[in-house]
């Protein structure tokens, strides 16, 4: 199936599929690819590639080199062990290096995990790092009186909860990544919960749900603190909501990306698991629920995924790369398929209110319009395949912004279509899910203020 307005569009599920036949045919070596982070958690990859030194070389680089990114940037990590290729293991090290062409990918990830990023190489397969892997419970509490904060990048949403049912939520339009003062942040943050607190008696608890980085409830990187300098970051960022929550009230706090809380909120709803949530947005965010109903510990960075092998697709501005999730499921999307659909944006608008044009136009059924949501619905049934190769779905539940009004529903109906048309016994499997405009809209506050425990 061709994207309508980007029919140069290659999926990345389709190389990967073609590579995979073609390698069953011809001389080939196993190939194991081992990603370490946090407490020496490692995930693991395994793939049969063209023997080295047979003319295809170049060939098995390009693939690996993409999967690399997509193991890095779903599972997280600092440490790449290769084993089973010399030559794949010298690209790749090439790349992650200073000035090298994953520059931007090593110092996040040096970032995160505060460690120096490296990349090992294993002789033989054999000696290749073992799968270790852990997950654990987090929300679901909905008890007592609490504050769920959802903060995206155009605006702030915040949901005051009484026992599992909202008596309050407000949606607030804010510019934080243009910001370079962290008191612009904090102020907005903390006049959200104090809107919220003000509608309750009490408040017991705070849940964030925020796009970025978190570890022990601190922020280790958010774009929403883009232009804040790295001083600054350090000294009054990092333990933002941590400050915040004690200014409440002193009262427990828990921090999640934006897209667990998708999952999170997905797996509520569903009362299912093996949930992959795929937030819309400002950028795209994602979370996991696996088979026991945890969130996993995994990066979910799907932003920086790549999902279109095309050299020449958009290159995203933060981290340099072309092809990546950000610029095909996020309100970037609607924007780079607008100009392609004959639609002319007023370049003085914010990204936000460009798309409530695109919207707008959607509502009054203009297909120009519907044949923006239909290409990144193309995009997307072809992504959750992809995806599937690195996650055990069983749903996939579709929120955001972009899949707001009836742009969301055509979105949703050609993934599915594609999904059938193109991976028929995959699409047996996995249910794709968007809530109702209402919990599209807030159900990310909601389900944040079930993130923590009460004492």
Sequence with gaps: MIAKLEPEFIPMVKVVNDFKNAVKNADSQELILCIERNNRLTSVYKMDIFKDGTGH???NYRIVERIIKTLLWAKGGYKVFIAGSEYIYKKIADDYKAGGAREFDLNFMSRVYEKDFEVVYVENVKDAPCENDVSSPVGRHLDGCRIGFDAGGSDRKVSAVIDGETVYSEEVVWFPKLESDPMYHYEGILSAMKTAASHMPRVDAIGVSSAGVYIDNKIM??????????????????????????????????????????????????????????????SEAAGYVDKDGNITGWLNELAFVPVDFNKNAMVDEWSGDYGCGVKYFSQDAVIKLAPRAGIELDPSLSPAEKLKVVQGLMEKNDSRAADIYETIGTYFGYTIAYYSMFYDIKHVLIMGRVTSGKGGTILLSTANRVLQEEFPELSKKINLHIPDEKARRVGQSVAAASLPKVK
Excluded: C, Q, R, W
């Design 57 to 59: 070389d170049e060939e």
């Design 221 to 282: 990187v958010a774009s929403l603190f883009l232009k804040v300098s790295d001083e600054d970051f350090e000294k009054h960022v990092k333990n933002m909501y941590i400050n915040v929550a004690k200014e409440i009230g002193n009262v427990p706090v828990e921090v999640a990306n934006d897209g667990d809380v998708t999952a999170l909120a997905g797996a509520m709803s569903l009362e299912d698991n093996n949930v992959l949530g795929v937030a819309m947005g400002t």
